[in-house]
Structure formats: C-alpha cells, structure tokens
C-alpha cells in the first residue's frame, strides 16, 4: 500500500466479511498520527484535544461531510475541549480497512483545523 491512509476511499462494508486480526491491524496502526489505540481488538480510538469547546465543535463539523462523502460514520463524543472519536465497522462488529482510511482522514482535518487556527487570528474560538 502506497500513499497516505487518508487517500484512499471507504469501502462500504455487506458484511460476511472477518474482521481484521492483530497481525493484520498493526501496520495499519502504524500509519496513523500518534494517540489512536485499538480498543478490545474491535474498535479505533482517539481523543482529540482543544483549546474550547467552540474548537471541538469546529472539528466536528469537520468531520460531518467527510463522514458523509465517505459513508463511513464515526462515533462521537463532544464536550468542553474534546471529540473523542470510536471508529469500527458496525456490520462486522470489528475493523475493516476502510475503518484505518477514516481515521487517517479525521487526522488530516484535525491538522488542517489547527493549521487554520495557528495562522488566522481570530480564528474558530480565538480571540481576534
């Protein structure tokens, strides 16, 4: 595999499919931005943290159309300073590929956020 996680596109999954096992999550794993942990074998786990909860919601409504472009739709959990994000494939009750590509995706426009936010002032939360 060639190229970033976040390039390539979700995969719808029909089920029938095995999840993936511990050999083959690893190198996946490996590709993403630090802070993402594999949860009971079956889940993709991240918190992101923030300055407010005016950025937490920003990076929220970063991900709604990426989630949406994709059809792959994450879990959520928002409060003050935080998104932590729970990612799996609901119809395998386990991890796909595709599962690695989102989180690889929400890290992107995770960096993008704080890019925005280190160089515009007044930017989403910030005093101008």
């Given at each position: 595999m060639s190229g970033s996680l976040a390039d390539y596109p979700c995969v719808p999954c029909r089920g029938g499919v095995p999840p993936l096992t511990a050999e083959q999550i690893a190198p996946l794993l490996a590709q993403l931005e630090p802070g993402w942990t594999v949860e009971g074998g079956r889940k993709l786990v991240k918190r992101?943290?923030?300055?407010?909860?005016?950025?937490?919601?920003?990076?929220?409504?970063?991900?709604?159309?990426?989630?949406?472009?994709?059809?792959?739709?994450?879990?959520?959990?928002?409060a003050w300073g935080k998104v932590e994000v729970?990612?799996?494939?609901?119809?395998?009750?386990?991890?796909?590929?595709?599962?690695?590509?989102?989180?690889?995706?929400?890290?992107?426009?995770?960096?993008?956020?704080?890019e925005e936010l280190r160089t515009s002032p007044g930017a989403v939360g910030e005093p101008a």
């Open positions: 992101f943290r923030f300055k407010n909860f005016v950025q937490a919601v920003a990076f929220v409504n970063r991900i709604t159309p990426i989630a949406e472009a994709e059809g792959h739709h994450p879990d959520l959990y928002v729970y990612l799996w494939t609901h119809k395998i009750d386990g991890l796909t590929e595709s599962d690695f590509y989102m989180a690889a995706k929400l890290d992107r426009a995770f960096s993008q956020l704080q």
